[in-house]
């Protein structure tokens, strides 16, 4: 069992940051592919950006170079760093956690609500 907590959204103007954090749970923190997604309304979740056990990222191409994620497995906590926000980056967010210690079942957090004003 895998308990994601995120914390970090928030409402933000155009062109602004924020950093989105999410603590996990259990034992396999280090060797699970963690990631954010998210979703607007009538809209299906979309992966944001995922990092995995070695450190490879891979982002939306909405995103690139604009979005950076990391983790610190010290901390189980993957975080996800958005800089340069418009207002289509307004959704809410979810952190993603899956591995093998757990079959690969996905896993997600409760989602942190982030809204970007023009």
């Known amino acids: 069992q895998v308990q994601l907590v995120e914390s970090g959204g928030g409402l933000v103007q155009a062109g602004g940051s924020l950093r989105l954090s999410c603590a996990a749970s259990?034992?396999?923190?280090?060797?699970?592919?963690m990631g954010w997604y998210r979703q607007t309304p009538g809209k299906q979740r979309e992966l944001v950006a995922s990092?995995?056990?070695?450190?490879?990222?891979t982002y939306a191409d909405s995103v690139k170079g604009r979005f950076t994620i990391s983790r610190d497995n010290a901390k189980n906590t993957v975080y996800l760093q958005m800089n340069s926000l418009k207002p289509e980056d307004t959704a809410v967010y979810y952190c993603?956690?899956?591995?093998?210690?757990?079959?690969?079942?996905?896993?997600w957090g409760q989602g942190t609500q982030v809204t970007v004003s023009s």
């Open positions: 990092i995995n056990s070695l450190g490879s990222t």
């Open positions: 993603n956690s899956r591995g093998l210690a757990t079959l690969w079942r996905n896993y």
């Open positions: 259990g034992n396999s923190f280090s060797a699970n592919v």
